[in-house]
T-cell receptor
Framework: DTEVTQTPKHLVMGMTNKKSLKCEQH?????MYWYKQKAKKPPELMFV???????INESVPSRFSPECPNSSLLNLHLHALQPEDSALYLC?????????????FGPGTRLTVL | QKEVEQNSGPLSVPEGAIASLNCTYSDRGSQSFFWYRQYSGKSPELIMSIYSNGDKEDGRFTAQLNKASQYVSLLIRDSQPSDSATYLCAVIGSSARQLTFGSGTQLTVLP
C-alpha cells in the first residue's frame, strides 16, 4: 500500500482566513514532506519532517506553519496568505531520509487565495 | 547551470513508438534517481527508481543510468495515448538528502 491521503482536495480562502491542510499515511514511513507546485513547474520543497522533528525548512514564509502530531500525520497551517500562494500543495512520505528511500506523493490540495 | 536538466519538449511520438526522455545532473556524487509521471492536474506518481549504472526494466519502462556521463534516461516502449503526461526526473544529490526535480518533459502520444 503506497497511499498518502490529503484533505481537502480543494480550498478557497481569503487573505485574512486561517485554514489547515492535512496529510496522512499508513505505510509506517518516518519522513514526511510538504511541497508547493505552481502550474507548469516542478514541485518545490517546503518542509521535511523526520521522526516527527522538523529537519528542513526551505526558508518558507512564516504564514506557512507545519505540524507533525505523530508519525502518520502532517498538517500545514495557513494564515494571512497572499494570492501568489495559490498552488497545488503536495504531501509526500518516505521510509526514512536515506538516499535510496522513494518518496510517494498524495493527491494534493489545490489552494486558491482570493 | 541547473542541478537537474531535462529536454524541455514538448515531445510527440506516434502510438506504438518508443519515447525517449533524457535527464542530466550536475552533482557527480548523486546517489539516487527517480522518474515521476504527472498527469495534468494530478500529483506526481513514482514510476521508476534507479541507483546503479545500467538498465532497469519494468514492463514497458526502462530506466538507464550512466554516472560517468551524469545522465539518466527513461524509455517507454509501445507508447500509448495514456502515457501522455509530464515526466519529471528527480535526483538525490551527495549532500542534500532531498529530491531535486528537473523542470519536466511533456510527452504527447498521438493515436
Amino acid at each position: 500500500d503506497t497511499e498518502v491521503t490529503q484533505t481537502p482536495k480543494h480550498l478557497v480562502m481569503g487573505m485574512t482566513n486561517k485554514k489547515s491542510l492535512k496529510c496522512e499515511q499508513h505505510m509506517g514511513h518516518r519522513a514526511m514532506y510538504w511541497y508547493k507546485q505552481k502550474a507548469k513547474k516542478p514541485p518545490e520543497l517546503m518542509f521535511v519532517y523526520s521522526y516527527e522533528k522538523l529537519s528542513i525548512n526551505e526558508s518558507v514564509p512564516s504564514r506557512f506553519s507545519p505540524e507533525c502530531p505523530n508519525s502518520s500525520l502532517l498538517n500545514l497551517h495557513l494564515h494571512a496568505l497572499q494570492p501568489e500562494d495559490s498552488a497545488l500543495y503536495l504531501c509526500a512520505s518516505s521510509q526514512g531520509r536515506q538516499a535510496y528511500n522513494e518518496q510517494f506523493f498524495g493527491p494534493g490540495t489545490r489552494l486558491t487565495v482570493l | 547551470q541547473k542541478e537537474v536538466e531535462q529536454n524541455s519538449g514538448p515531445l510527440s511520438v506516434p502510438e506504438g513508438a518508443i519515447a525517449s526522455l533524457n535527464c542530466t545532473y550536475s552533482d557527480r556524487g548523486s546517489q539516487s534517481f527517480f522518474w515521476y509521471r504527472q498527469y495534468s492536474g494530478k500529483s506526481p506518481e513514482l514510476i521508476m527508481s534507479i541507483y546503479s549504472n545500467g538498465d532497469k526494466e519494468d514492463g514497458r519502462f526502462t530506466a538507464q543510468l550512466n554516472k560517468a556521463s551524469q545522465y539518466v534516461s527513461l524509455l517507454i516502449r509501445d507508447s500509448q495515448p495514456s502515457d501522455s503526461a509530464t515526466y519529471l526526473c528527480a535526483v538525490i544529490g551527495s549532500s542534500a538528502r532531498q529530491l531535486t526535480f528537473g523542470s519536466g518533459t511533456q510527452l504527447t502520444v498521438l493515436p
